[in-house]
């Protein structure tokens, strides 16, 4: 989540929000939002529909959810998509920054 | 389990923020690019 942190700024340039899904209750969330002073837009997701919805995967003997991450465009059409296998399994902002620089050329 | 795919148009959902207000993925369509960010830890 640093990392996204320091590129924040970039992504708003590029005419994106970043929104966090966090399957914690609201009272956990809220603590961890506030002590890491995130600026993005923070949904909870206490019955994990939207986890389910997205097909995030689980893997119960290991280490719980795996991290995942979707680029959805202007349009409402997923441009990116990235299940990750491990909690270190995570696509690079550079990635999604030179993604998000082809949507708005072609737009 | 389904999961999304590329080019395809993702499922809408609707979520409270922080604040109980009610936030929908539509409500960015038009506006701005979504980064949708499932359980990411602190790196």
């Known amino acids: ?107 | 389990m389904p999961q999304v795919e590329i080019d395809t148009p993702a499922p809408d959902f609707e979520l409270q923020d922080l604040d109980g207000r009610t936030v929908r993925l539509s409500d960015f369509h038009g506006r701005k690019h979504v980064l949708v960010v499932f359980n990411r830890g602190l790196s």
Do not use: C
């Open chain 1, 1 to 107: 989540m640093a990392q996204l942190r320091r590129d924040y700024q970039k992504f708003v340039e590029r005419e994106a929000e970043v929104v966090v899904v966090g399957p914690e209750d609201k009272e956990n969330f809220v603590k961890y939002w506030e002590k890491e002073e995130l600026p993005f837009v923070g949904l909870h997701d206490p019955k994990h529909k939207v986890l389910k919805l997205f097909g995030q995967q689980v893997k119960i003997f290991k280490l719980g959810r795996m991290p995942a991450q979707v680029l959805v465009d202007k349009q409402g059409v997923a441009r990116y998509v990235h299940y990750g296998h491990s909690m270190m399994d995570i696509p690079k902002n550079e990635e999604m920054l030179a993604l998000l620089d082809h949507l708005n050329r072609d737009s």
